[in-house]
């Protein structure tokens, strides 16, 4: 993974991830990998984390198009491997799912055909922890409808189409990751008698964010990935 160059577009959970892979690389007595926003500048070892932060929370279709954009604007050319995240914010009980699956993977289907020596990595959407007194507070301060059952149980179904799709061609499963209790429990529910998957509570710093221990479950897969997508 410290050999390979990364562009990660992302939003916040996004930086929670950033900030568990420094304390993996420490915890393994190696160099913290060179972590830049907007910036492409080699690392000791010849790879560096670009980062991003990728379109509007809430706006999922103009993530896309955004990270389309970059890649294309130059990006594609100076990367080895390349991922966006959405946001939970992104996905709610609202959402067209499954239109907005079609537009990621067709537009990353062309990323793919166009830049053929770029390893695409896809990401399932964070998860919230859905439930208790903190998430109701959280939608009544924002006024927004994104943090409970229903809204995870979307996200759980962008994630099953990501999932089917991209199975066994690098995947980083993040919301699978975020559910997934230390003794390998999953932390979940049922809508509509529909199973879903939240946030398990362990791994939290509040309704859809990661504490220390969840940022550094989070990175040890997320190096992971790359290294199994790295070209060398």
Not at 15 to 44: C, F, I, K, W
């Amino acid at each position: 993974a410290s050999h390979t160059k990364v562009f990660f577009a992302h939003q916040s959970v996004g930086m929670n991830v950033l900030d568990g892979v420094r304390g993996v690389y420490s915890a393994h007595g190696l160099a913290e990998p060179l972590v830049e926003q907007d910036g492409t500048e080699p690392g000791p070892d010849g790879g560096f984390i670009d980062h991003v932060f990728i379109g509007q929370n809430g706006k999922p279709w103009g993530k896309i198009q955004d990270f389309d954009a970059r890649m294309r604007s130059g990006t594609g050319q100076q990367v080895d491997v390349a991922m966006m995240k959405f946001c939970y914010v992104d996905i709610t009980s609202s959402t067209d799912v499954g239109s907005l699956f079609a537009t990621y993977r067709d537009t990353m289907a062309a990323l793919e055909r166009d830049f053929p020596k770029v390893t695409f990595i896809h990401v399932t959407v964070p998860l919230t922890t859905g439930q208790g007194l903190l998430s109701k507070l959280k939608s009544m301060l924002t006024g927004s409808s994104g943090y409970g059952p229903a809204d995870n149980a979307a996200r759980e179904q962008l994630n099953t189409m990501i999932r089917r799709e991209y199975a066994g061609h690098h995947l980083f499963d993040l919301a699978a990751v975020e559910s997934t209790a230390p003794d390998g429990s999953r932390a979940a529910g049922t809508y509509q008698g529909q199973q879903y998957f939240r946030l398990y509570d362990g791994y939290a710093s509040d309704s859809g964010h990661l504490n220390a221990e969840g940022a550094r479950v989070t990175a040890v897969s997320w190096v992971k990935a790359i290294a199994q997508a790295s070209p060398r």
